[in-house]
């Protein structure tokens, strides 16, 4: 059964950091590739990055660029996302994906809440 499951967020105020995880189990995460989601209330699905386990290339979505990294820990099954200079405007649930482009497995999220 594949499993997908974050962790790490929280409240943090303007300009703080934070680290998400997300641990797979159930299928290679080496092998799929990666991508990390976010939706804010009433606002649609916004990608946020994604990273190529094999050739370890990564993109960003464009509001994150330079605040956000996306790394995994192969060994481990593990894809992190870490977060900083937070702003507001990053509040949301974070969601990790299965793939580069084609995601067939998706976690339950974690809510990232920054205030001002």
């Known amino acids: 059964q594949v499993q997908l499951v974050e962790s790490g967020g929280g409240s943090v105020q303007r300009g703080g950091s934070l680290r998400l995880s997300c641990a797979a189990s159930g299928f290679t995460s080496s092998t799929h590739g990666m991508s990390w989601y976010r939706q804010a209330l009433g606002k649609e699905c916004e990608l946020v990055a994604s990273?190529?386990?094999?050739?370890?290339?990564?993109r960003y979505g464009a509001s994150v660029t330079g605040r956000l990294t996306i790394f995994s820990d192969d060994a481990n099954n593990t894809l992190y996302l870490q977060m900083n200079n937070l702003k507001p405007e990053d509040t949301a649930v974070y969601v990790c994906?299965?793939?580069?482009?084609?995601?067939?497995?998706w976690g339950q999220g974690t809510q990232v809440t920054v205030s001002t």
């Open positions: 990273i190529s386990t094999v050739t370890g290339l990564t």
């Open positions: 994906c299965s793939g580069w482009s084609k995601h067939d497995y």
